[in-house]
């Protein structure tokens, strides 16, 4: 039979890995959010160089600014923005 110290070490350890678990998914959560946020922020500053008609500005940083050819090979989805943008403008 387990002696009352026993006990108290085994709920120690199991309350200790819930408090492990916690704090795994509070990171996670933390981690999703800042995603989400870097998102929205993303969103917001496309569609303003959009409505100003400056995305070629915003293009021209972000080439400067992303230094990983991965990063970079989704650009052309602002250079297609800015076709159409043009598009509109002549048509």
Do not use: C
Request: hydrophobic fraction near 35%; proline fraction near 1%.
């Amino acid at each position: 039979m387990p002696t009352q110290l026993e006990k108290l070490l085994e709920q120690e350890k199991r309350l200790k890995a819930r408090i492990a678990a916690a704090k795994a998914r509070q990171k996670t959560r933390r981690r999703k959010d800042e995603t989400r946020l870097k998102i929205l922020v993303g969103a917001m500053v496309i569609n303003d160089h959009f409505k100003k008609g400056t995305l070629s500005e915003l293009l021209e940083r972000l080439r400067a600014y992303l230094t990983r050819d991965n990063d970079r090979k989704v650009l052309y989805i602002l250079e297609e923005l800015m076709e159409d943008s043009q598009e509109r403008k002549e048509g």
